[in-house]
Every structure is written in C-alpha cells, then in structure tokens.
C-alpha cells in the first residue's frame, strides 16, 4: 500500500466519524446565518493570530485579545454557534491524536499539549 492509498483510507475513515459528522452538521447550521459565519470567521482569525503571537513570543497588538474573548463570550453564549466550536474541538482532539501516532511512526514524536 502506497501512502497516497492510505491517504485515502483515512480521509474516508475520518468522514466516517461520529466526530466529523456533528462537526459538518453543526458548521452548516451555524454558518446558515451570514452574521454567525461572519462572527466565526472573525473569531477564527484572531484566534490563528493570536496563537501565532504565543508561538513567536510576540504580544499582540491592543485590543485584539479583549475583541477575541468578547467574540468568544458571544459565540459561546448562542447555542448553534457554541455547538459549532464545540464540534470543532472535538474534531481537532481527534485529528491531534491522529498526527501524534502518525508522528510517533516515523520516528519523528511531536510532543503535543495533553488536550484531554
């Protein structure tokens, strides 16, 4: 079996999830509303920024970690949108535990925070 086989095995097996599954369906049901979508997008964005800054040791730039925890209050506080980021931390759990074994495989063990 080539990787690129086994490549393909996994995204099935992955779409089989129960994990994905109630990801894709909270995601669509949260983005059906254009203001919810916006709000995640900009959610998500600060929160990619802001992860970037704790890994370069950087400080972000004012205001940016109130806007991101107001977001979060907000989006957390609405049940379609707090289901959504919920889905998708579970899914991310799952796909960390996946590249943890897969690292450990090649010989290359990423030490990845417990995010039991």
């Known amino acids: 079996m080539t990787i690129q086989e086994a490549e393909r095995i996994m995204e099935e097996a992955i779409r089989e999830t129960p994990e994905y599954q109630d990801y894709q369906k909270a995601k669509d049901a949260a983005f059906a509303d254009s203001l919810s ?4 997008t900009e959610y998500g964005r ?6 970037m800054f704790a890994v370069t040791g950087r400080e972000p730039e004012e205001g940016e970690v109130e806007r ?10 609405t049940p379609v ?36």
């Open 81 to 116: 949108t707090s289901a959504y980021l919920m889905a998708q931390i579970r899914i991310q759990k799952m796909l960390a535990d996946i590249f943890a074994e897969l690292s450990k495989a090649a010989g290359v063990a990423i030490e990845l925070p417990n995010l039991s």
């Open 46 to 51: 600060l929160q990619n920024k802001l992860q």
């Open 68 to 77: 991101f925890r107001q977001l979060g209050g907000l989006l957390f506080a």
């Open 37 to 40: 979508g916006q709000l995640l």
